[in-house]
């Protein structure tokens, strides 16, 4: 049995949840316990503090985990990612007063710098030959400067909101973080074919995210201009229609160019366009 280490509460633990549960695989987190076992799959869920994730997966503890990459880059543990899952995404940035002006990196040169991931900031400063005080403070990093404690901060930054709201301005991208899967270097052979399946499900997950399963009906004298306006996934699936003179079309469609194409589509003739959600795709 695998066991997978997630993080407790949060924007994390709500999407790793969600890719769980449409991956078939059955978990019960009404009651507040820190171990939990999947009754249709092999596979026990850890619930950990983010910061604990990689050292419970590089020491054993745990065979995976799910963390935020900027937690794995902070914490530098022997551990290996095996698959980015492309949700809980985010920036770690340095930011500033918004009423100074902004030189370059050169102005934290004798700063202070406050921040919960120092071994990050510390490691883009000496990259860049920066001389800067890093302050580590947890909870709050945004209102140090406003309270004097520091000059500048390096946080993580989603929206932007909370930066805006402490009168503070985003000046250097540092990383781009979001969820990755991690996993233990000594798994064994049994665990690894479990998370080759794993794997298996997770990928028909997100292969089918953004994607529309699109049924139409085609001016048979049009249908090669029509095909040829499809980007599907090999070749569009084409059937006559009782009617003469016109079949059926289905396809995959990518959502970012839903309607630009079906735009294109409808000026071919294309009519009674059914567009459906994919829940999963293996290809």
């Not at 980015?84 to 985010?90: E, V």
Request: charged content about 30%; glycine content about 6%; aromatic content about 6%.
């Amino acid at each position: 049995m695998l066991r997978i280490a997630v993080q407790a509460k949060g924007r994390l633990f709500e999407e790793t949840m969600a890719l769980l549960e449409e991956s078939d695989i059955k978990l019960s987190t009404t009651k507040r316990t820190l171990l939990v076992q999947s009754p249709n799959f092999p596979i026990e869920v850890l619930f950990l503090r983010d910061d604990d994730i990689p050292q419970t997966v590089a020491t054993g503890v745990a065979d995976l985990g799910i963390v935020g990459e900027n937690e794995f880059m902070e914490k530098e543990e022997d551990a290996e990612i095996i698959k980015r899952l492309g949700f809980s995404k985010c920036r770690l940035s340095l930011a500033m007063p918004k009423d100074l002006e902004y030189p370059g990196l050169s102005w934290f040169n004798g700063k202070k710098i406050a921040t919960s991931y120092p071994v990050i900031l510390r490691n883009f400063l000496k990259k860049n030959d920066v001389n800067a005080e890093i302050h580590v403070i947890t909870g709050s990093v945004e209102v140090s400067p406003g309270i004097g404690l520091a000059d500048a901060i390096f946080d993580i930054v989603s929206s932007g909101s909370t930066l805006v709201s402490n009168r503070l301005k985003e000046v250097e991208v540092v990383m781009k973080s979001e969820a990755l899967l991690i996993g233990n270097k000594d798994m064994s052979d049994e665990k690894k074919a479990v998370l080759e399946e794993l794997l298996f499900r997770m990928n028909a997950v997100k292969t089918a995210e953004d994607k529309k399963y699109v049924l139409m009906n085609a001016p048979k004298d049009k249908l090669e201009e029509i095909i040829d306006v499809l980007p599907g996934m090999k070749s569009p699936t084409v059937m006559p229609l009782a009617q003469e003179g016109w079949c059926s079309v289905h396809t995959v469609l990518d959502e970012k160019r839903f309607w630009e194409i079906i735009g294109k589509l409808k000026a071919l003739g294309a009519e009674g366009i059914l567009v459906l959600p994919i829940e999963k795709m293996i290809v």
